[in-house]
């Protein structure tokens, strides 16, 4: 599908819809691929009888538009909004990935969603920029913060944390420092031992965790 923003791009995304669903999944991916790949990726959660909305951002894929940090949030909004005419508050599940927890943290402390899942997350984006360049679709991105220690104050939902010990992209230390610049309670860090940046899904203690989340 294809939704058109205020500024006239255009946002390309997929809206996974499955019988009787639990609630609906706003899932913002990682910054490698686009709809062709991430597509596939979240039929996971499809398969846990999830609806699941995933968009492309600004010169991924198939969508157009100018890119800004400030546009990626507009964005985020609109996607969110279009999900609210079509579920229940109580129904939505905001999911980050490395580049996408910016988006979902920020969209979180906007909203209130009924819980916040963070997936290989970072303090912010300036924070592991320093080392770690291919996190970046286009340089442009160095000038961009994603203060998501900033925004997660914000947010009142439960918010679930997965990183793992060996992630080469989002140091592991990332993760943890933004965990604990929260000050909720209904908070939860899920260190996966051994997990790389992109393999979290093949971890039994990952897989186990999610399942209870999304029961």
Known sequence: MFLKTEDGAVINAIHFKTENPKGVILYFHGNAGNLSRWGEITEFFVEKNYDVFVMDYRTYGKSTGKLSEQALYKDAQMCYDYILERYKKTEIIIYG??????????????NNPKQLILETPFYSLADVAKGRFSLFPTKKLLKYDFPSYKYVQDVNSPISIFHGTDDG?????SGIKLFNSMEQKDKVFFTIENGEHNNLIEFDSYRKQIQKILL
């Open 169 to 173: 992209v989002i140091p592991y230390a």
């Open 97 to 110: 990935r490395s580049l996408g927890t910016g988006m979902a943290t920020y969209l979180a402390s906007n």
